[in-house]
């Protein structure tokens, strides 16, 4: 992705069990991931409007409780965007060994549910080459997009959050759950509260980590965030003495901006079959680059380093330190279920001209640009209704966003109390995106999730607040020299 970039320009008490039914679906003993699991899959509408018409296949995965016959309310794992492979909902199998490590102790009396959602690896996926550069013309996007509908053997108009969130329901009540605990991460947190917007009775608390409210456009705020993001990465090194005396992110950022729209730079790296391969860097691609390594606190801190080194001239040496060793974007084709969400979901949309008249910001070019990509290609992309409007709950919820995460800051969750008078929102200091994943893991924070969890309860802010303090304490030390 990243190379793609600067080329292109639950748990209660084990006493009350979950099930009210019989199970509809059978599950069998596999092997997923070196996990010990059961396996199965249940049969969904591909097109909900017309429940008897033809069904498609969604797999589902199960960690059973390792220290109950009598299990309580399992927790439904709903994931992110995989960021290397088909992007929007990319197999939620790839978190499995994390899961169960962070949800161990909730893994002794309760269920963990992994459900591969339509259009992903497990269920149904498609993928459409010559999509995966969001940065391309309008109209060379478009012949892309209109090739890939010729070829297409599914229906892209199914394969929304929307569907996926009715197939979510099928999946409990062919399990026999009446009621689940929800994890969702990034776009699982989309999927999290669209979810409870239509089944919300069904919901007994959830974590939604690194997201934002179904109507807020995040896609479209992305130069704002992200410039928010840099802009407290600089402040921090700044007021760090290590990091200040080595580095100045801002104005090393404004020299390679500068150097790089007089004259793009041109990189050769290794490409397939022993090919070299050059890439011109430009400053719209270079904005994306940074873009994505805001995103993650582990690349965060490297980034002083790495724009002092390219100030000087370090672009061979810095792409080789960073291990980007190829010119072929790492990501592959884009799937057809992404364009889809992305084309029917309120949270993605994009408007070129409101992108453009947001205020200033370094990332501006780079969204506007994709915005027009966007534009151009949901133009052509048919689609059912994604998710939209507020959501109405009174489930215990519990907001993670961190305070640097460039694409859901706390602020896009910032009015949810509103309609969900249960939920708590917990500010992160420091950390980007996925609040619970970043390494070293976050103890508290799992901690504090884990018994919010198990009480089923509204959460105690101050519990919470604890964590924040100690997480603010000690943030994540930056690259050296």
Not at 108 to 135: A, H, I, K, M, Y
Not at 184 to 190: A, F, H, I, K, R
């Amino acid at each position: 992705m990243a190379v793609a970039a600067l080329a292109a320009a639950g748990c209660g008490s084990s006493q009350t069990p979950s099930t009210s039914q019989s199970p509809k679906t059978s599950l069998t003993s596999c092997t997923v991931n070196g996990l010990s699991a059961k396996c199965g899959t249940v049969q969904v509408p591909e097109d909900w409007a017309q429940p008897t018409g033809p069904t498609i296949p969604i797999e589902v995965v199960v960690l059973p409780a390792t220290a109950t016959s009598n299990p309580g309310t399992p927790l439904f794992i709903l994931s992110g965007a995989g960021g290397h492979a088909y992007g929007l909902g990319d197999s939620v199998l790839n978190g499995m060994p994390w899961a169960a490590q962070a949800f161990h102790r909730l893994n002794q009396t309760s269920d963990l549910v992994f459900v591969e959602q339509r259009g992903t690896p497990g269920s149904d996926l498609e993928t459409c080459p010559g999509l995966e550069n969001w940065f391309a013309s309008p109209a060379t996007i478009q012949a892309a997009a209109r090739r890939c509908l010729a070829l297409a053997a599914l229906d892209p108009r199914h394969y929304t959050t929307t569907s996926a969130v009715r197939d979510l329901d099928q999946v409990r009540q062919s399990l026999g759950y009446s009621k689940i605990n929800i994890y969702g991460v990034s776009y699982g947190v989309t999927m999290g509260l669209a979810y409870l917007q239509l089944y919300s009775s069904h919901v007994r608390t959830a974590v939604l980590d690194s997201g934002s409210l179904l109507n807020v456009p995040e896609e479209q705020l992305g130069s704002i965030h992200t410039q928010h993001a840099f802009d407290l990465l600089a402040s921090r090194c700044a007021a760090t003495p290590s990091c200040a005396r080595s580095y100045h992110p801002a104005a090393d950022l404004a020299t390679i901006l500068a150097r790089l729209r007089a004259h793009p730079v041109k990189i050769t790296l290794p490409g397939s079959g022993g090919q070299h391969q050059t890439i011109a860097i430009t400053a719209t691609g270079f904005t994306g680059f940074l873009d994505e390594n805001l995103s993650s606190i582990e690349t965060a801190v490297v980034l002083p380093a790495v724009l002092h080194a390219l100030v000087l001239g370090q672009w061979s040496q810095v792409l080789s330190k960073l291990g980007i060793t190829t010119a072929s974007p790492n990501n592959g084709p884009i799937s057809l279920q992404d364009v889809t969400i992305r084309c029917s979901d309120a949270w993605a949309i994009m408007n070129p001209a409101t992108v453009s008249q947001q205020g200033p910001s370094v990332f501006a070019s780079e969204v506007t640009l994709k915005a027009a990509g966007f534009h151009a290609l949901c133009a052509v992309w048919p689609h059912d209704p994604g998710v939209s409007g507020t959501v109405h709950s009174t489930v215990p919820i519990v907001f993670l966003n961190g305070t640097a995460d460039s694409g859901d800051p706390p602020s896009s969750v910032a009015g949810a109390t509103a309609t969900m008078p249960n939920a708590l929102l917990v500010s992160v200091p420091g950390i980007g995106h996925w609040t619970l994943g970043w390494n070293p893991h976050p103890s508290c924070l799992l901690d504090a999730t884990t018994a919010f969890i198990q009480a089923g309860k509204p959460a105690s802010p101050a519990t919470w607040a604890a964590c924040t303090r100690a997480l603010a304490s000690q943030p994540v030390p930056f690259a050296t020299p």
